[in-house]
Every structure is written in C-alpha cells, then in structure tokens.
Nanobody
C-alpha cells in the first residue's frame, strides 16, 4: 500500500528551526511532483513548497520564501522541508503530497500530517 509518512514536527521557538521529513513507500518519488502543504488553525490549506519530478526546481509560497527549503533524496525515497526563522504564523499541520502519472492514471497521495507549533 502506498504511504507517505511525515516526521519531524514539534514545538519550536520563534526564530528557531525544524526539519520535516516525508518517507514514501510503494512508489518512487523521482517520477512524482512532491509538495508540502499546511493548514493552520482556522485557515485554509496552503501550498508551502513544491519540487517537480522533471526539473527538480523548487517553488515556494511567498510567505516562506527565503526561510524554507524543500529537497528530495531519491536514494532514500524521501522529501524534506527545512524550516528556518520560524514565526508563530507558521503554526500548522504540515502534510506531504505526491502527484504523478502511471500511464493514463493520475495518482494523488497524501500523508497524515505532522504538527508544527511555533511559540515562546
């Protein structure tokens, strides 16, 4: 069964850092577009960062540019989100997402999420 399992969330102080990991199983991330989304309390889900399968070029929400970095490790079949200079407004559940094609079928996978809380 396809799985995306996130880890690395927790409590951080403003200005601190956390590194999230998303471990994929039963498919290869190198053929998928991998993304991190987040949903804060009372907020809509927001696309935070994406790395494409073909070019590997990352893209970021304006709210995290210069602070967050998405990266992938094909050998470990994992994608990461390095979060620096954290702010209280970064508090959210962060979910890993994968989208790719298998022939004519578009596959769309979600992890269960990991909580990030930024507070002093």
């Amino acid at each position: 069964q396809v799985q995306l399992v996130e880890s690395g969330g927790g409590l951080a102080q403003p200005g601190g850092s956390l590194r999230l990991a998303c471990l994929a199983s039963r498919f290869s991330i190198d053929t998928y577009t991998m993304s991190w989304y987040r949903q804060g309390p009372g907020k809509e889900r927001e696309l935070v960062a994406t790395i494409t399968s073909v070019t590997g070029s990352p893209d970021y929400a304006d709210s995290v540019k210069g602070r967050f970095t998405i990266s992938g490790d094909n050998a470990k079949n994992a994608v990461y989100l390095q979060m620096n200079s954290l702010k209280p407004e970064d508090t959210a559940v962060y979910c890993c997402h994968a989208q790719g094609r298998s022939g004519d079928i578009v596959n769309d996978y979600w992890g269960q999420g990991t909580q990030v809380t930024v507070s002093s």
